[in-house]
């Protein structure tokens, strides 16, 4: 049958829009998913509400908007390798990514975005805040944007405060993988490869030192870059409730998941989608 005309609601000025009327453990028309694409170009994260999905149905819905790719580092739920359980237990103090950062900026392909579906949540707490990198690009003084264009910028996994973020998982569900420095060299502006935009491509989590730089050197322009972009007014806050589901854009947004619920468990499923490499 067809999907009803669907609703977008933006949440803040700078990102973020809930999408209404549309059921994602449904067969979703050609139509329905151009018209969700299309607001995920416009408002770069977007979120659905009071959704009832399997597995197989998150794979499913990923899936119309390009290939999936396996996390790199850690195993992915049994008979679904695509999707890893983000967790953290009661007992844990570290949540898993728990900082601002882009998804695997250190492949050389990093993801075009990923959908994150809550399974268990605690009863307070846990939101995630995302970022407009292009809003981050584009209120930098013209001297910094001309600067900044021609810059590369050196991307690790092995930076040491994610990896503090990876530790419990790593402990339980690492790939033999995990183990080894995955480094990609990407533009530190790149340009959108669907709305031609430029948007800031650094980020806390992966970004070690600029090309030709060493790290010291690298860190008075990084750490300021790491400050601007997440401006309380370039960012957006979702509050989770159960069966809610986020998609953003990993080419043009950051997030943050909020470290605020020690002594409760929180479970998400994640399922990343195959990007380009960056210009």
Same mark, same amino acid.
């Given at each position: 049958?067809?999907?009803?005309?669907?609703?977008?609601?933006?949440?803040?000025?700078?990102?973020?829009?809930?999408?209404?009327?549309?059921?994602?453990?449904?067969?979703?028309?050609?139509?329905?998913?151009?018209?969700?694409?299309?607001?995920?170009?416009?408002?770069?994260?977007?979120?659905?509400?009071?959704?009832?999905?399997?597995?197989?149905?998150?794979?499913?819905?990923?899936?119309?908007?390009?290939?999936?790719?396996?996390?790199?580092?850690?195993?992915?739920?049994?008979?679904?390798?695509?999707?890893?359980?983000?967790?953290?237990?009661?007992?844990?103090?570290?949540?898993?990514?728990?900082?601002?950062?882009? %998804?695997? /900026?250190?492949? +050389?392909?990093? =993801?075009?975005?990923?959908? !994150?579906? $809550?399974?268990?949540?605690? @009863?307070?707490?846990?939101?995630?805040?995302?970022?407009?990198?292009?809003?981050?690009?584009?209120?930098?003084?013209?001297?910094?944007?001309?600067?900044?264009?021609?810059?590369?910028?050196?991307?690790?996994?092995?930076?040491?405060?994610?990896?503090?973020?990876?530790?419990?998982?790593?402990?339980?569900?690492?790939?033999?993988?995990?183990?080894?420095?995955?480094?990609?060299?990407?533009?530190?502006?790149?340009?959108?490869?669907?709305?031609?935009?430029?948007?800031?491509?650094?980020?806390?989590?992966?970004?070690?030192?600029?090309? %030709?730089? /060493?790290?010291? +050197?690298?860190? =008075?322009?990084?750490?300021? !870059?790491? $400050?601007?972009?997440?401006? @309380?007014?370039?960012?957006?806050?979702?509050?989770?409730?159960?069966?809610?589901?986020?998609?953003?854009?990993?080419?043009?947004?950051?997030?943050?998941?909020?470290?605020?619920?020690?002594?409760?468990?929180?479970?998400?499923?994640?399922?990343?989608?195959?990007?380009?490499?960056?210009?």
């Amino acid at each position: 049958m067809p999907q009803q005309s669907i609703d977008i609601h933006p949440i803040a000025g700078a990102l973020g829009a809930e999408v209404l009327g549309v059921d994602l453990a449904r067969e979703i028309e050609d139509d329905t998913i151009a018209a969700i694409r299309q607001a995920l170009l416009d408002h770069l994260v977007i979120f659905f509400r009071d959704q009832i999905i399997e597995p197989k149905h998150q794979i499913s819905f990923a899936k119309r908007f390009g290939d999936l790719v396996e996390y790199p580092m850690m195993k992915g739920l049994h008979g679904f390798p695509e999707i890893v359980p983000v967790v953290k237990l009661p007992d844990e103090r570290i949540n898993f990514g728990g900082l601002w950062h882009s %998804d695997t /900026t250190y492949l +050389e392909r990093p =993801p075009m975005g990923a959908i !994150l579906a $809550a399974k268990e949540l605690p @009863p307070y707490g846990g939101d995630t805040l995302f970022a407009n990198m292009y809003m981050a690009y584009e209120t930098l003084s013209k001297g910094m944007r001309n600067m900044l264009d021609g810059m590369v910028g050196i991307n690790s996994s092995a930076k040491a405060r994610v990896t503090q973020t990876r530790r419990d998982r790593m402990k339980t569900s690492a790939k033999a993988s995990g183990a080894m420095e995955l480094v990609a060299e990407h533009p530190v502006v790149r340009t959108h490869p669907e709305t031609g935009r430029k948007a800031l491509y650094v980020n806390y989590g992966h970004t070690v030192r600029f090309k %030709d730089m /060493t790290e010291g +050197e690298s860190a =008075p322009l990084l750490n300021f !870059l790491y $400050a601007h972009q997440s401006r @309380p007014e370039f960012t957006c806050c979702f509050r989770w409730q159960p069966g809610s589901i986020a998609f953003w854009d990993n080419r043009c947004t950051q997030h943050n998941p909020v470290n605020d619920y020690h002594g409760f468990k929180r479970m998400m499923h994640r399922i990343t989608i195959a990007g380009d490499r960056p210009t």
